[in-house]
């Protein structure tokens, strides 16, 4: 995979060496690899170039060293200076450090070699590069000057100023900025997750896209007045909500929502349709772009849309699948879990499992479905869930993903030399500029 790097001996901690970066890990890190097999990852570091990098620790599991870049010795063409004056502390937008043609070819060959994840191209949108997230999720965190709103750095509970994120939309950016003023001046306190102590946990923001924002506010415990105090001031916000949350760990969305002030939903433009989103209900981050995705995984790799008598739409989300797919056949049955999404779409929240059990356990002569359209969290499909599709047999299934590892899993369940399907195409959305992340539409057709 690599050109050979220094001396025969495997990296130890605190050693400064010099490395060839040949690729890019799912993480944004460059990859270099020693004579013994084993990776060194490098944030900072671009595919192509020759680095000098002070080696940190090991992982011995997994035959994987981690570096720090001292120096850049042969630079990357690709290579600039990244747009945000914030970049290298939030750790949110890894390749900025590379202009976006270079992030797509990078993109590419690391779906390509991690995940064995062969995209026709990767589709994009040259308008939307910076300010293109309409959904975001602060942290909030403090320091001397009262709260800030950022994201935690990697692998710590440290969180990092984002200010005027570049990627953020701009409606967002500015409200976010504001509550972060009000709550400082306010003295509301931001939780500290190691000491468990403190109030406001997270900010969840949503747009429209234009100049509508809904924020909702997380606390760890019952702060009634403090949100209400925040709420009556923030006038960057459509609407304004909060909830609590008070389980360990990082989960985001909290217990009900409560309306405090203004509008309680946004109606969203997704491509041709347009769906309402409340201030936990799920938004693609970048819901033009995600409209393209949603787009061709109605359809036919080439574009040619598919009809059919019955479409089911798993994870349906927002519910934009759910209203193309009623444009071109009979009957369309989704299934969404989250209560907020479900009530949106009319159905009561039930995972997908259960909707495609259900029809497992009816008549044979129910359970003739043209098209799945599944849109599945991080996690993926899993082994129930595709065990079921198997044995349902749906002519297609053609799957969105946002994790690239899951989907391979997938795949592997549901193409395998003996499985059921076949994978007839795949293609890279880049929905998330500046990052790792490619979202990813997958077409598979039954055999014969």
């Known amino acids: 995979m690599a050109r050979r790097n220094g001396p025969e001996q495997r990296p130890k901690g605190g050693q400064s060496v010099e490395l060839d970066v040949v690729a890019l890990d799912p993480s944004g890190d460059g990859i270099a690899e020693w004579p013994d097999g084993s990776e060194v990852h490098v944030p900072g570091a671009l595919p192509g170039e020759r680095i000098q990098a002070v080696i940190g620790h090991r992982n011995r599991q997994r035959a994987r060293a981690y570096a720090q870049l001292e120096r850049v010795l042969s630079r990357s ?12 502390r939030c750790e949110g937008c890894p390749l900025m450090i590379a202009d976006e043609p270079a992030q797509r070819r990078f993109k590419r060959a690391m779906l390509r ?30 320091v001397r000057r009262g709260v800030i709103l950022g994201s935690y750095r990697r692998r710590t509970h440290v969180v990092a100023r ?3 994120c570049l990627v953020d939309h701009p409606a967002i950016a500015e409200c976010a900025r504001q509550l972060e003023k009000l709550a400082s001046d306010l ?6 997750e190691q000491a468990k102590t403190g109030l406001l946990r997270y900010v ?21 007045a403090e949100a209400n105090e925040v709420a009556e001031r923030l006038d960057k916000a459509a609407g304004v909500s909060w909830c609590t949350q008070t389980s360990t760990g990082n989960a985001l969305r909290g217990d009900q929502v409560e309306q405090l002030r203004g509008a309680s939903t946004l109606t969203v433009p997704l491509g041709s349709v347009e769906g309402t989103v409340g201030p936990l209900g799920f938004l693609q981050p970048n819901p033009p772009l995600a409209a393209l995705a949603q787009q061709d995984v109605i359809a036919r790799p080439d574009g040619t849309p598919l009809t059919g008598t019955r479409a089911l739409d798993l994870f349906a989300g927002a519910g934009a699948t759910t209203a193309l797919l009623k444009a071109q056949f009979e009957t369309v049955t989704p299934a969404e879990i989250y209560p907020e999404s479900a009530e949106q779409l009319g159905i009561e929240p039930e995972p997908a499992s259960q909707v495609v059990g259900r029809l497992l356990e009816g008549p044979i002569e129910g359970r003739a479905v043209d098209l799945v359209v599944a849109d599945p969290p991080r996690a993926g499909l899993g082994n129930e869930l595709c065990g079921q599709l198997a044995e349902l047999g749906p002519r297609r299934i053609n799957l969105m993903s946002c994790n690239a590892a899951s989907l391979r899993r997938d795949l592997d369940r549901l193409v395998a ?3 059921r399907y076949r994978l007839v195409g795949l293609r890279g959305y880049d929905t998330l500029p500046q990052t790792a992340h490619v979202e990813l539409v997958a077409w598979l057709q039954r055999r014969k």
């Open 187 to 192: 003295d509301v306190a931001p939780y500290d």
């Open 77 to 88: 063409p690709s290579r600039r200076r990244a747009p945000c004056e914030h970049h290298g």
């Open 417 to 419: 030399p003996d499985g």
């Open 113 to 142: 070699d991690a995940y064995r994840l062969d995209v026709d191209r990767v589709v994009h949108d040259a308008s939307r590069e910076l300010g293109y997230r309409w959904s975001g999720k602060r942290v909030a965190g403090g």
């Open 162 to 164: 984002m200010g005027q």
């Open 204 to 224: 969840w923001f949503k747009t429209d896209g234009d100049e509508q924002v809904l924020a909702c506010m997380v606390f760890a415990e019952q702060a009634a």
